[in-house]
C-alpha cells in the first residue's frame, strides 16, 4: 500500500483546510485509516482516524472541528475547520495491515495567530 497526503497550507487562525490521503496497492487491506500530527519538538499524535464501515474517532483537541470522510475508491479526507494556532505541524496518514505499518509523506500546515 502506498498512501499519499496533500492539500496542507499556510491558513489564519479561524480558517480551514481539507487534506486528502490517496492509496494505491492494496486499498481493500485498509481497515482503519489513521491521521498523526508532528509539531516541531513535539511527538507524533493521532488526531483522527476512520474504519472501512465508517466509525469515526477524534482526540479531545480536534472534536468538533474536524471532520473525517472518505469516497469510495481510495481517497481519505480530514477537513479541518476553526483552525488554531496549536494545529500547526505536518500532518501523516497511515494505516496498518498485518501488523505492518505504513505511512504516506506528511503534508505541512501551518496556522497563524
Known amino acids: 500500500v502506498q498512501l499519499q497526503a496533500s492539500g496542507g497550507g499556510l491558513v489564519q487562525a479561524g480558517g480551514s483546510l481539507r487534506l486528502s490521503c490517496v492509496a494505491s496497492g492494496r486499498i481493500s487491506s485498509i481497515y482503519r485509516l489513521d491521521w498523526y500530527r508532528q509539531a516541531p519538538a513535539n511527538q507524533r499524535e493521532k488526531v483522527a482516524s476512520?474504519?472501512?464501515?465508517?466509525?469515526t474517532n477524534y482526540a479531545d483537541s480536534v472534536k468538533g472541528r474536524f471532520a473525517l470522510s472518505r469516497n469510495s475508491v481510495g481517497t481519505w479526507y480530514l477537513q479541518m475547520d476553526s483552525l488554531k494556532p496549536e494545529d500547526t505541524g505536518i500532518y501523516f496518514c497511515?494505516?496498518?495491515?498485518?501488523?505492518?505499518?505504513?505511512w504516506g509523506q506528511g503534508t505541512q500546515v501551518t496556522v497563524s495567530s
Open positions: 497511515g494505516t496498518n495491515i498485518g501488523g505492518y505499518p505504513y
Open positions: 476512520i474504519t472501512s464501515d465508517g466509525s
